[in-house]
C-alpha cells in the first residue's frame, strides 16, 4: 500500500521532557485550566487548616443553624450539627490531598525506578517486573487495604501506602514498555560506548524521554488515589471524626438523606470535579505528547469516505464513452489531505479495460498506482477524495455512485485482491468460513451449496486437499496459499473485473510465478478483465496485454506490451525497462535512475521526470506536458519521443 | 498460580492481622475486663498459641472447606460467606452484564458514527471515570427512592423469596456501579474498534462486496473485543472494591459489608475467609478472561 499518507512527515524523535513539549501543553487550555485547579486545591490544603484552626476539631456548630441551605452566611449550607460545610470542605481538602500524594509517591519511588532497570536491564530483572504486574491484576485492592487498615486502624497512611504498593506494578510495566524502544536507539548506544555510566544513561537520557509516560501515569493513579481515599474516608475507616474530609462529608450526608439531601452534593461534586481535573490533565499531557511524537497524522482513523458534493456533476473534460470497454477511467484526480490543505496524488489520469483484458499499471513506488485502484473501488484510505474525472463501468460513472451502489459492484462485478494476502483475511475465523460467507453474500446460496462452492473455488486455486485448507487459520497458511484463498474469495461474486494490486509483490520468486500462472489461468476459464498493479516487467511481459506507465501521479506512456518493450516512447518507460534485472544483459551492472520520484505537493510545473531525464531539455521544464498518441493506441507524454525512437 | 496466591494471601493476611495491637479478646471484653479474663478468653479462642500453629491449624481446616467460625458471633464462617455470596456475585453480575452490554454499544456506534458521536463517547468516558459510585449511589436514592418512589432505597431481597423484588433491589446499586465499567468498556471498545476498521481485512472485505452488517459486527467487533476482554476482566476485578462500597451505601448484606464489620473488629478467622473468597472470586475472573481471550484468539490458541 504506497496510498497511506503520501504527505507524512517522518515522526520527529523529540522529547516529551524538553521546553517545547511543555509549550505545547500550556497551549492547551484544558491542561492549563486543570493545572490551575490544582495548583488552587494545593494552596487550600496549605492555607485552610491554619486560617480555620478550630474547623477540625469542632464537634458541633450552631445546633439552631442546624441543615441549613446555601445562604450569605453559609455558602454551602451548614450540615446536621449546624457546622459550616464549606469550611469544612476546604479543610477537608487537606487529607485528602496528602492521601492522594502518599500513594503516588509510593508507586513513583518503586514503580519508575524499577519500570527503569527492567526495560533497561532487561534479564531476570525484566521477568520479575512482568510477574509482579501480573500478580497484582489478581489481588482486589480495596480489600486488602480493609485488612490493612483493621491492623492499623485509621492510619491512612498505611492504606496509601498499601495501594501505592499495589499499583506500583502498573506503572513499572508502562515504564518499561517506553523504555524498551528508547534503549534500542543511536544516542544511547552512542552514550554506552563513549563509556558513561548506566545510572548516568538512565536518569540524563532515558528519564526524560519517558517523562511524559510518567505524568500522564502519574494523573490518572493520583485520580485512582482519590477514588479510593474518598471512599475509605467514606466506610469511615480513615478519618476519625469530627476532623472533616471529603469522603466522611458524603458519609455523613447519607445518614441524612431523607432530611437533608443537600448535604451530599458539595464534597461529591468536589471529589468528582478534582477526579476530573485530574483525568483531564492525563489525557492533555498524552494527546500534547503524542502530537510531539508524530506529525498531525492527518485522518489516519476516520473512515474512507468519499465527497461525492464535492465532485463537479459532470465535467467538460469527461466524454461519455460509447466504445465497448469494460473500464474507463476518465481523468481521474485524487488528493489526500496534507498538513496545508489537500494534496495532489493522482492527477488526470486516463486509460481503460477491455472485458477479458489483462492491463498493467508500472511505475516505482509513490507513483500513485495503488491510489488509483483503490480509487476505482471507491476505497480510498483515510480522508482521500476523487477531486475530478469518471470511473465508467459498465455503463454508469462509479466515481459518482453511492456507497449503497458501489457495494453492488464490489465483489459481484469488480473484486479486489492485495499485495497482503495475509493481513487481508480476518485472523479469527478460518478461510474456509470467509470464502463461504461472501459466496453467500454475493451469490446468495443456501449453506450447503455455499459450502460445496467454496471447496470447488479452492480446488480451482490447486489446492488438492481443498477440505484440509478451508479449516485452517489465516495465520497457518503460507503467503502463496493465502494469496490464492484471496483470489478465491475475490472470485465468489463471479466479477466481470479483477484488479490485483502486486499480488506477487510480497512472495518468493517461486511462488511469484504460481499466482501469476493462476491468474491467467483464471482469466482464460472465466473471460474475465484483469487490473494488475506491478513494478515488475517480467510480470508485465508474462502476463499482459496492455501496460499503462505511472509517473508522479500522472500516466506518462501507454500501449500494448510488445510495442513498450520493442520501443518505449518515454524516458521513464526506456529507464524503469533499462533498470529491469529480467532484461538487463548479465556481467554488468544494473543501471539505476538517478534521483526519487517527486513526492505528492512537490511537482514540478514543467515534466515531472525532467530533473532525473538524461534526454532533459530547457523546453521540457517549462510547461505542463500533454499526451500525445503518435501511433494507434499508444500514447506518451513526452515532448521530445520523436527523438527518442531514433536513438 | 491459582494454590500458591492463595496460599500466600491467607498467610499474608493472618500476618497482618496478628500485627494489630490488642485482639478480639479485648475487643470482645472491652477495657474494663480483669487479666485473669483475658486470659481465659485468649485460651478459648486459641490466641495464646503462636501464630504459625494458628495458622497452620486454620489451614488444615481451610483446605477440607472448614473456614472456621466467627469470635464475635460464633457462626461459621463458611456458612456467613455462604449466606451473602449471592448478594455480592448478583450485584457483581448484574453491574457486568450492564457495563459490557451498554459500553460494547455505546463503544460501537461512537466508533462508527465517528465526531460528535466519537466526543459524546469521550466525555462519557471522562464523567464515569471522575464520579465516585458511593456518591452517585446516594445521588440516586435521594432521586429515585426518595422524590420518586420507584426503587427500594436499601436493602436487598433475595431472588428465591421475589424475582421481581430482587430485580428492584438491585436496580439502583447496579446503576451507580456500572457507571465506571460502561464508560471502561466504552473507551476501549471504541479505540478497538477504530484499529481493527482501519485494518486491510476490512478494507478487504470492504473491496469483495461484503455487507456492512457483516464488516461490522462479524468482523469488527469480534476482533475488536479481544481487546475488550482484557478491559473487561479489570473492570470486574476493580468492582470487587466498588462492591463494598456499595454495599455500604444500599446497606445490602454482602461480602464487602462483613468485610468492613470484620475488619474493624478484628475478627481474624471472617476475615480470613473473606480474603481467600474475594481471591477465589478474581482468580475465576481472571480464568474466565483467559478462557474467552483463548476462545476468541485463534492464533493463541495454537500455540
Not at chain 1, 346 to 375: L, Q, R
Not at chain 1, 447 to 461: N, S, V
Not at chain 1, 594 to 600: A, C, D, L, N
Request: neutral net charge; aromatic residues 6%.
Amino acid at each position: 500500500m504506497t496510498a497511506v499518507a503520501p504527505v507524512a512527515a517522518p515522526a520527529t524523535a523529540s522529547s516529551s521532557g524538553n521546553p517545547h513539549f511543555l509549550r505545547r501543553l500550556l497551549r492547551r487550555p484544558i491542561a492549563v485550566a486543570c493545572c490551575a485547579y490544582l495548583v488552587l486545591l494545593i494552596g487550600v490544603a496549605v492555607v485552610a487548616p491554619i486560617a480555620m484552626p478550630s474547623v477540625s476539631t469542632q464537634d458541633a456548630g450552631n445546633l439552631f443553624a442546624a441543615n441549613q441551605l446555601p445562604s450569605w452566611s453559609h455558602l454551602l449550607g451548614t450540615d446536621t450539627l449546624g457546622r459550616d460545610v464549606l469550611s469544612r470542605l476546604l479543610v477537608g481538602d487537606r487529607v485528602t490531598l496528602i492521601g492522594v500524594a502518599e500513594a503516588l509517591v509510593v508507586v513513583l519511588v518503586l514503580g519508575v525506578p524499577f519500570g527503569l532497570l527492567a526495560g533497561y536491564v532487561g534479564g531476570w530483572t525484566d521477568r520479575v517486573v512482568i510477574w509482579l504486574a501480573d500478580l497484582t491484576y489478581s489481588l482486589p485492592a480495596v480489600v486488602i487495604i480493609i485488612v490493612v487498615l483493621s491492623v492499623f486502624p485509621s492510619s491512612m497512611l498505611a492504606a496509601m501506602i498499601t495501594l501505592g504498593v499495589l499499583a506500583a506494578p502498573d506503572i513499572m510495566r508502562v515504564v518499561r514498555s517506553a523504555t524498551l524502544p528508547i534503549r534500542e536507539e543511536l544516542y544511547v548506544k552512542a552514550a554506552e560506548a563513549s563509556g558513561l555510566s548506566r545510572a548516568y544513561i538512565l536518569t540524563r537520557h532515558i528519564l526524560p524521554r519517558i517523562a511524559g509516560v510518567v505524568i500522564v501515569q502519574a494523573s490518572l493513579l493520583a485520580a485512582v488515589a482519590l477514588g479510593v481515599q474518598s471512599g475509605l474516608a467514606f466506610l469511615n475507616l480513615l478519618v476519625a471524626a469530627p476532623a472533616p474530609s471529603w469522603g466522611g462529608m458524603v458519609a455523613e450526608g447519607t445518614t441524612v438523606l431523607l432530611l437533608h439531601p443537600w448535604l451530599i452534593i458539595p464534597p461529591g461534586v468536589a471529589i468528582a470535579v478534582t477526579m476530573l481535573a485530574l483525568s483531564l490533565l492525563g489525557d492533555s499531557v498524552r494527546d500534547a505528547a503524542v502530537e510531539s511524537w508524530s506529525a498531525p497524522a492527518g485522518a489516519k482513523r476516520t473512515a474512507a469516505k468519499r465527497a461525492p458534493a464535492t465532485l463537479a456533476p459532470a465535467s467538460t473534460k469527461t466524454d461519455i464513452p460509447n466504445d465497448p470497454r469494460l473500464l474507463s477511467v476518465q481523468h481521474l484526480s485524487v488528493s489526500f489531505p496534507g498538513q496545508d490543505g489537500y494534496l495532489r496524488v493522482v492527477d488526470d489520469v486516463t486509460f481503460t479495460v477491455a472485458a477479458g483484458e489483462i492491463v498493467g499499471i508500472v511505475g516505482e513506488s509513490g507513483c500513485g498506482k495503488s491510489v488509483t485502484t483503490a480509487a476505482i473501488i471507491g476505497l480510498l484510505p483515510g480522508k482521500g477524495r476523487i477531486d475530478d474525472g469518471s470511473i465508467w463501468f459498465g455503463g454508469s460513472d462509479i466515481a459518482r455512485a453511492s456507497e449503497a451502489d458501489l457495494r453492488n459492484v464490489r465483489g459481484r462485478r469488480i473484486a479486489f485482491v492485495s499485495q497482503e494476502p495475509t493481513a487481508g483475511l480476518d485472523p479469527s475465523y478460518r478461510v474456509g468460513a470467509q470464502i463461504e460467507e461472501a459466496v453467500r453474500q454475493l451469490q446468495h446460496l443456501s449453506r450447503p451449496a455455499a459450502r460445496a462452492r467454496t471447496l470447488e473455488l479452492l480446488r480451482d486455486m490447486h489446492f488438492a486437499d481443498p477440505a484440509a485448507v478451508a479449516q485452517r487459520y489465516p495465520h497457518e497458511l503460507s503467503g502463496g496459499m493465502a494469496q490464492r484463498v484471496a483470489i478465491a474469495r475475490a472470485l465468489a461474486g463471479e466479477p466481470e473485473l479483477l484488479i490485483a494490486d502486486e499480488p506477487t509483490t510480497a512472495l518468493d520468486v517461486t511462488v511469484q510465478a504460481e499466482i501469476l500462472d493462476l491468474i491467467r489461468e483464471l482469466q482464460l476459464t472465466r473471460q474475465m478483465a484483469v487490473l494488475i498493479v506491478t513494478h515488475d516487467w517480467g510480470v508485465v511481459a508474462d502476463l499482459c496485454d496492455r501496460v499503462v506507465v505511472m509517473y508522479a501521479g500522472q500516466v506518462v506512456e501507454q500501449a500494448d506490451v510488445q510495442p513498450i518493450f520493442d520501443a518505449p516512447l518515454h524516458p521513464y518507460t526506456e529507464a524503469l525497462l533499462a533498470s529491469n534485472p529480467h532484461f538487463a544483459p548479465e556481467a554488468i551492472t544494473l543501471p539505476t535512475i538517478p534521483g526519487t520520484v517527486p513526492p505528492p505537493g512537490s511537482w514540478p510545473a514543467g515534466c515531472r521526470f525532467s530533473a532525473r531525464c538524461r534526454y532533459a531539455v530547457t523546453a521540457c521544464a517549462e510547461r505542463a506536458v500533454a499526451i500525445e498518441a503518435p501511433n494507434q493506441a499508444h500514447e506518451t507524454r513526452c515532448i521530445r519521443y520523436a527523438e527518442l525512437v531514433k536513438q | 498460580m491459582t494454590v500458591p496466591l492463595l496460599f500466600v494471601v491467607s498467610a499474608l493476611t493472618f500476618v497482618l492481622v496478628s500485627l494489630q495491637p490488642g485482639n478480639a479478646a479485648q475487643e470482645i471484653l472491652g477495657t474494663t475486663a480483669s487479666p485473669q479474663a483475658y486470659a481465659a478468653l485468649e485460651r478459648d479462642l486459641g490466641l495464646n498459641r503462636p501464630l504459625y500453629e494458628q495458622y497452620w491449624s486454620w489451614l488444615g481446616h481451610a483446605v477440607r472447606g472448614d473456614l472456621g467460625q466467627s469470635i464475635f458471633t460464633n457462626q461459621p464462617v463458611a456458612e456467613a460467606i455462604g449466606q451473602r455470596l449471592p448478594v455480592t456475585l448478583s450485584l457483581l453480575i448484574g453491574t457486568l452484564f450492564v457495563s459490557v452490554v451498554i459500553g460494547i454499544g455505546f463503544g460501537v456506534f461512537s466508533a462508527l458514527r465517528g465526531g460528535a458521536a466519537g466526543r459524546a463517547a469521550d466525555a462519557l468516558a471522562l464523567i464515569g471515570f471522575s464520579l465516585p459510585a458511593f456518591w452517585v449511589g446516594a445521588e440516586l436514592i435521594v432521586i429515585f427512592a426518595v422524590w420518586q418512589h420507584w426503587f427500594p432505597a436499601t436493602g436487598y431481597v433475595a431472588i428465591t423469596a421475589s424475582p421481581a423484588g430482587w430485580l428492584r433491589s438491585l436496580v439502583l446499586p447496579v446503576a451507580a456501579l456500572s457507571l465506571y465499567g460502561i464508560a471502561a468498556i466504552a473507551k476501549q471498545t471504541r479505540e478497538a474498534m477504530l484499529d481493527v476498521l482501519a485494518s486491510e481485512y476490512i478494507r478487504m472485505a470492504r473491496a469483495n462486496g461484503l455487507s456492512s452488517r457483516a464488516i461490522v459486527f462479524r468482523h469488527a467487533l469480534r476482533n475488536a473485543s479481544i481487546r475488550v476482554v482484557t478491559v473487561i476482566g479489570l473492570v470486574a476485578v476493580g468492582l470487587l472494591g466498588g462492591t463494598v462500597l456499595a454495599e455500604n451505601v444500599f446497606a445490602l448484606p454482602g461480602l464487602g459489608s462483613l468485610m468492613v464489620n470484620a475488619g474493624t473488629q478484628h475478627d481474624l478467622p471472617v476475615v480470613a475467609g473473606l480474603v481467600v473468597c474475594f481471591t477465589v472470586v478474581v482468580v475465576a475472573i481472571i480464568l474466565l478472561v483467559d478462557l474467552a481471550y483463548l476462545w476468541l484468539n485463534p492464533r493463541v490458541r495454537l500455540r
